[in-house]
């Protein structure tokens, strides 16, 4: 069975739709916490005082308000880019690395360098991350075990 691409003014659509959305659940949540907690204490308020038992419904309803905005902030908000900032770096800092091991194996020519180092290229080859947490090129280390391979059959 094949898969229906669809448009990118859809997909983008599909997003937007989706972050709206999101926000409206947070102002709705906002608003029953706040008008909730209004008529608590209020209601405390006409009991004469006492002992303050709005408080509780105050204090684990806000935990849960917090952790609500706190996840909008981080899907979209500054922590989304962010998040994306860093991925990007990091990227960047491992391209660079495998730049700089190209060097030492001998590849010099700049185009075929050039070559090796594209965003389309990485998506066709692939990264993965290593044992340690690394980003990796997937096709040379496959090089470099079948290298080793050869090297200990022969």
Same mark, same amino acid.
């Given at each position: 069975?094949?898969?229906?691409?669809?448009?990118?003014?859809?997909?983008? #659509?599909?997003?937007?739709?989706?972050?709206?959305?999101?926000?409206?659940?947070?102002?709705?949540?906002?608003?029953?916490?706040?008008?909730?907690?209004v008529?608590?204490?209020?209601?405390?308020?006409?009991?004469?005082?006492?002992?303050?038992w709005?408080?509780?419904?105050?204090?684990?309803?806000?935990?849960?308000? *917090?952790?609500?905005?706190?996840?909008?902030?981080?899907?979209?908000?500054?922590?989304?880019?962010? #998040?994306?900032?860093?991925?990007?770096?990091?990227?960047?800092?491992?391209?660079?690395?495998?730049?700089?091991?190209?060097?030492?194996?001998?590849?010099?020519?700049e185009?075929?360098?050039?070559?090796?180092?594209?965003?389309?290229?990485?998506?066709?080859?692939?990264?993965?991350?290593?044992?340690?947490?690394?980003?990796?090129?997937?096709?040379?280390?496959?090089?470099?075990?079948? *290298?080793?391979?050869?090297?200990?059959?022969?």
């Amino acid at each position: 069975m094949e898969k229906r691409k669809i448009p990118l003014e859809m997909e983008i #659509r599909r997003r937007i739709e989706a972050k709206y959305d999101e926000r409206n659940a947070l102002l709705i949540h906002f608003a029953s916490y706040a008008g909730v907690n209004v008529l608590l204490w209020v209601i405390w308020l006409i009991q004469t005082g006492g002992f303050p038992w709005p408080l509780f419904v105050t204090f684990f309803w806000g935990i849960g308000m *917090a952790g609500h905005m706190l996840d909008y902030y981080h899907k979209h908000g500054g922590g989304a880019q962010k #998040r994306e900032d860093q991925i990007q770096e990091e990227v960047m800092r491992q391209v660079r690395r495998m730049k700089e091991r190209e060097d030492l194996l001998g590849i010099e020519e700049e185009e075929e360098r050039a070559e090796v180092y594209t965003l389309d290229n990485y998506k066709r080859r692939g990264l993965r991350l290593s044992d340690d947490g690394e980003l990796e090129d997937f096709e040379l280390v496959e090089e470099e075990r079948l *290298a080793k391979g050869r090297q200990s059959r022969a």
